[in-house]
């Protein structure tokens, strides 16, 4: 499928007017180019660790729209300028131009896969569903992994992190427990390695899906395996479904905005001796996030490693 790419140059205080203007004529998505930087509360919100650094912000910015070439008929950008011409009694819509693209024919919710090949860490393979199994996996354990639309392949330093320590430390009938489960591919591991059941949690609805579809692949039995769709940080109900002091193994390979408030609360869930193996940090965070765990008396550090600029950071229950 072809779509035609439509840009409007505006400003960038007319950019929420545009996009609801948009949106009420039937636009279901857009997408938005400027170079305001994010507030402290966008930041907080969206758990961002690091931004990138913007030139100048001119007041100037991009909304973009796309049509399927094949049913345009520009109505909808006839319905586009109409609608600026009657935000211009309330707002400074700067120049107004719209310029016209057509995109690729591409498959973009699966283009990326063709970069997503095999590869091992340790004694595990890790193999996309759609590869095929070769003669050079016999002897290994082979974990299929399919990310759907949650995130997790596999490939990423920060989970490799996880993954490695879970190799080191898991034990037969663990129970774990996998905050910011994404794709389950970190408690379909640890269930592979031996642990006894996993209960994962995540804000995505997707990674429910996923992580159900990811244990059936490897052959894990769904009753071994429970999705929590909420917040453990800060939801009692979350708390009580997760259950207290009974987990073997805590991983989480989520932001470091993220850790140091987990750090607060996890030993709750936590048997005396449990270890809490975490990634997702990037290195200038690191500090931040061990002063944390030491600020926890319940909390012993036992390993700090790193990968290119990601930080795990690995700590046991007093």
Same mark, same amino acid.
């Given at each position: 499928?072809?779509?035609?790419?439509?840009?409007?140059?505006?400003?960038?205080?007319?950019?929420?007017?545009?996009?609801?203007?948009?949106? +009420?004529?039937?636009?279901?998505?857009?997408?938005?180019?400027?170079?305001?930087?994010?507030?402290?509360?966008?930041?907080?919100?969206?758990?961002?660790?690091?931004?990138?650094?913007?030139?100048?912000?001119?007041?100037?910015?991009?909304?973009? /729209?796309?049509?399927?070439?094949?049913? +345009?008929?520009?109505?909808?950008?006839?319905?586009?300028?109409?609608?600026?011409?009657?935000?211009?009694?309330?707002?400074?819509?700067?120049?107004?131009?719209?310029?016209?693209?057509?995109?690729?024919?591409?498959?973009?919710?699966?283009?990326?896969?063709?970069?997503?090949?095999?590869?091992?860490?340790?004694?595990?393979?890790?193999?996309?569903?759609?590869?095929?199994?070769?003669?050079?996996?016999?002897?290994?354990?082979?974990?299929?992994?399919?990310?759907?639309?949650?995130?997790?392949?596999?490939?990423?330093?920060?989970?490799?992190?996880?993954?490695?320590?879970?190799?080191?430390?898991?034990?037969?009938?663990?129970?774990?427990?996998?905050?910011?489960?994404?794709?389950?591919?970190?408690?379909?591991?640890?269930?592979?390695?031996? %642990?006894?059941?996993?209960?994962?949690?995540?804000?995505?609805?997707?990674?429910?899906?996923?992580?159900?579809?990811?244990?059936?692949?490897?052959?894990?039995?769904?009753?071994?395996?429970?999705?929590?769709?909420?917040?453990?940080?800060?939801?009692?109900?979350?708390?009580? %479904?997760?259950?207290?002091?009974?987990?073997?193994?805590?991983? %989480?390979?989520?932001?470091?905005?993220?850790?140091?408030?987990?750090?607060?609360?996890?030993?709750?869930?936590?048997?005396?001796?449990?270890?809490?193996?975490?990634?997702?940090?990037?290195?200038?965070?690191?500090?931040?996030?061990?002063?944390? /765990?030491?600020?926890?008396?319940?909390?012993?550090?036992?390993?700090?490693?790193?990968?290119?600029?990601?930080?795990?950071?690995?700590?046991?229950?007093?």
């Amino acid at each position: 499928m072809k779509w035609n790419k439509y840009t409007l140059k505006t400003t960038t205080e007319a950019v929420d007017l545009i996009s609801g203007m948009m949106m +009420d004529i039937g636009i279901e998505g857009i997408e938005i180019e400027d170079n305001v930087q994010l507030s402290k509360e966008d930041i907080k919100t969206m758990f961002v660790d690091f931004l990138p650094e913007l030139p100048p912000d001119e007041g100037i910015a991009k909304v973009s /729209f796309y049509i399927d070439s094949d049913v +345009d008929d520009k109505t909808m950008t006839d319905k586009v300028y109409k609608g600026l011409e009657e935000l211009k009694m309330f707002t400074d819509i700067g120049e107004g131009t719209i310029t016209e693209a057509q995109t690729e024919d591409r498959d973009w919710i699966n283009n990326w896969k063709q970069y997503f090949h095999p590869f091992s860490i340790g004694e595990l393979v890790i193999k996309p569903t759609w590869e095929p199994y070769t003669k050079a996996m016999e002897g290994h354990l082979v974990v299929n992994i399919d990310p759907g639309t949650a995130f997790g392949t596999g490939s990423h330093e920060t989970t490799q992190l996880v993954i490695t320590q879970l190799q080191k430390y898991v034990k037969k009938d663990d129970l774990l427990l996998d905050v910011g489960c994404g794709s389950g591919i970190l408690s379909v591991i640890g269930l592979m390695l031996g %642990a006894k059941r996993a209960v994962g949690t995540d804000l995505d609805p997707n990674a429910i899906v996923a992580s159900q579809e990811n244990a059936e692949i490897n052959k894990i039995p769904l009753d071994k395996i429970e999705i929590i769709d909420g917040n453990i940080i800060d939801d009692k109900a979350i708390k009580d %479904a997760v259950g207290y002091e009974c987990y073997d193994i805590v991983c %989480a390979n989520i932001l470091a905005d993220v850790l140091i408030p987990l750090s607060e609360i996890v030993a709750d869930h936590m048997k005396v001796g449990a270890i809490f193996m975490t990634s997702g940090i990037i290195n200038t965070k690191e500090k931040e996030v061990v002063e944390a /765990f030491n600020k926890n008396p319940r909390l012993e550090i036992l390993e700090i490693n790193h990968d290119g600029e990601w930080v795990n950071v690995t700590a046991r229950k007093r």
